[in-house]
């Protein structure tokens, strides 16, 4: 008689598990037909382990059970005396037409021992292949928690790890699968940062250390929460974001002043908190515009974020509903007033003050730094995405059409770095007048660092920190420089030159620990005009030249998108190797990011959902979608510089 197959063990094994946990019968079922479908590739003397971790790894990661229910899987499987090699033989003889629930008692309660690891074959995983075999077209895959969606769940999973394709055309290898230890740990911490607001979820702390004083990270930060929600959004639990949203939206609408001058209507809180009356057991909610913040500057950034954040919304589920209800509408159109409104600039980037992004604290980024002029263009693409074709949505959408023409010539022509354009400005002459000025900020070649010589490579160039009159910040700033690749506003080639320099000053920018908010440090009498003799922003520390976590996925989803994932692989096994043992810190000190900072905080959420949105996208290069826009061929100006690309 046939034997009965490794796999069919394997899933009535898990069964038997999962039933004891009160999993209810149809996922079993499906678990049994995806055996049935698909074969995985494995070795001499095959057993379950692989396959019954696997599903539950992919359980988890889907939604189907919660990271509690995880945890408590595993510790029943930790619990499980180790099958031997009789019961193995035994198991082996099976009929394999039989009903799973024909087999008698006795080998049933043999089934729930643990099997013996298995060796696996290993297969060349996507990031040791060109990115050109990967389609990130395809709209990101949906999990949700019910039946009618079970089939085409596991039909996904079984893609995920047979062996030829997955659904977005990615080549996967088995070993692809086996998560880093610290993955299910680190959902755990994530779940545990999640507030609720009248017993709905509405957002994660910035942090879960309780040894130290929490000052402002117990609340719930625009920008902070961004990498929780794209967890969330890639493990289909889009719930907590659409209230998040929706939430923000409504503290838009406040009366929002700073002592006694009223902020526009459009500004977005930097955070809020949720106070709970143990007495009348009602809660409220706090926000802060700003008027708490250190310097007491409005986040600029944090409109960007909420309209970004929008459009991953809905590009992950499908759901255009939400964006398109009139407050959204409304919503969109006042954060964009305040950056279209007409004043006296020449330029089309944003005049901003020190500390009105992740940078809150005076660093000499006042002007028009990078990181608010790449976030500024990736949300005017995306509202052009979400704004209704009605009359004040099409008024809207001329307006940023405009905009976003002049932004991306001004950005690509004046901000751009590489070495043609360095030894240019070397050169440059001073005192000029006329159209034909070359030196249009007239720029003084002496103000040039000597630090900038030797950073730049032969290939490779990044968009320079700020630009305006007489004064350029020749620092390299990650967050900009990665939404700059994201958003489209580098064109194809300066992406690939961003990834270029990237590689070729790993050391400085990467070092031990990923990545650099900004490089270099500013240290000595340089640090004590520019930041005010700040004690926490000393050289090579907090947002001067620190480490800082968070930054992995927007490197990542800049890898991926520039056909690099092995560079995101290689920053991401660094995390990996301190991450959990250091409680996840908020950011590391050092030149090359060897200490944990000075005064960074622990469990850090925003470290923790930072690390997990990048090993999600290095599984399924897919997520790219909702964070990722193409380029858009009627912007790309005419280049008259000679480019690194082409050294």
């Not at 209810?24 to 382990?49: F, G, M, V």
Request: aromatic share 12%.
């Amino acid at each position: 008689m046939p034997r009965r197959s490794v796999e069919d063990i394997a899933c009535l094994q898990w069964q038997v598990r999962l039933q004891s946990f009160r999993i209810t019968r149809p996922w079993t079922q499906l678990a049994y037909n995806y055996t049935e479908k698909y074969q995985i590739c494995l070795k001499d003397r095959r057993s379950s382990s692989f396959i019954y971790s696997t599903l539950l790894v992919f359980l988890l990661s889907t939604g189907i059970i919660s990271s509690q229910e995880f945890s408590e899987i595993s510790r029943l499987e930790r619990m499980s005396p180790t099958l031997d090699a009789h019961q193995n033989e035994t198991l082996k003889h099976h009929d394999s037409g039989s009903s799973l629930f024909e087999i008698e008692d006795t080998n049933l309660s043999r089934l729930l021992d643990k099997p013996r690891p298995l060796s696996i074959e290993r297969k060349r995983s996507f990031d040791e292949r060109s990115f050109s075999e990967m389609s990130i077209s395809s709209p990101p895959r949906q999990f949700y928690r019910n039946s009618e969606n079970s089939s085409r769940v596991f039909d996904n999973f079984g893609s995920l790890y047979s062996s030829g394709r997955s659904s977005v055309g990615t080549p996967r290898s088995v070993t692809c699968v086996e998560s880093h230890p610290i993955f299910a740990e680190a959902w755990v911490f994530l779940q545990r940062s999640i507030v609720h607001f009248r017993g709905q979820p509405v957002g994660t702390i910035a942090a879960l250390d309780h040894s130290a004083e929490e000052l402002n990270y117990d609340q719930v930060f625009v920008r902070d929460f961004v990498p929780s929600a794209l967890a969330f959004l890639m493990n289909g639990e889009p719930a907590i974001v659409k209230n998040f949203l929706l939430k923000t939206l409504r503290l838009q609408s406040w009366e929002k002043k700073v002592d006694q001058f009223t902020l526009g209507a459009g500004v977005m809180p930097a955070s809020f908190k949720v106070l709970h009356d143990p007495v009348k057991n009602y809660e409220t909610i706090i926000a802060d515009f700003g008027e708490c913040a250190i310097g007491r500057v409005a986040p600029i950034d944090s409109g960007f974020w909420w309209i970004i954040l929008l459009r991953a919304y809905t590009k992950s589920t499908g759901d255009t509903t939400l964006a398109e209800l009139p407050e959204c509408q409304r919503g969109i159109r006042l954060i964009l007033n305040l950056c279209l409104s007409e004043g006296f600039d020449t330029f089309p980037t944003l005049l901003c003050a020190d500390g009105c992004c992740m940078i809150d604290r005076r660093m000499g980024v006042y002007g028009y730094p990078i990181e608010i002029q790449a976030l500024f263009f990736m949300s005017l693409r995306c509202a052009l995405n979400l704004l209704k074709n009605d009359d004040e949505g099409k008024e809207c959408a001329d307006r940023i059409s405009k905009r976003l023409h002049a932004l991306s010539y001004h950005m690509r022509s004046y901000f751009w770095l590489d070495i043609k354009q360095l030894n240019d400005i070397y050169r440059y002459k001073t005192e000029e007048y006329s159209h034909t000025a070359v030196n249009k900020f007239n720029v003084m070649p002496d103000s040039l660092p000597d630090w900038v010589f030797d950073f730049m490579p032969t290939r490779g160039g990044y968009f320079i920190g700020n630009v305006s009159p007489a004064k350029m910040d020749f620092r390299w700033f990650c967050l900009g420089n990665c939404i700059a690749i994201l958003s489209s506003l580098a064109t194809p080639e300066q992406a690939s030159a961003i990834m270029d320099l990237i590689e070729s000053r790993w050391d400085e920018l990467v070092g031990e620990m990923p990545l650099k908010i900004c490089y270099p440090a500013m240290e000595s009498h340089e640090w004590r005009i520019v930041t005010g003799c700040d004690p926490k922003n000393t050289g090579w520390s907090y947002h001067n030249g620190g480490s800082w976590p968070v930054l992995l996925w927007l490197l990542t989803a800049a890898c991926i998108k520039s056909g690099r994932p092995q560079l995101a692989r290689r920053a991401t096994e660094l995390a990996e190797a301190r991450l959990l043992k250091d409680h996840w810190p908020e950011y590391y000190d050092g030149k090359h990011g060897r200490y944990i900072g000075k005064q960074a905080r622990k469990n850090q959420t925003w470290s923790i959902a930072g690390y997990l949105v990048a090993k999600m996208m290095l599984e399924d290069p897919s997520h790219l979608g909702m964070i990722s826009l193409e380029e858009d061929k009627q912007m790309k100006p005419q280049m008259k510089r000679s480019a690194s690309w082409t050294c």
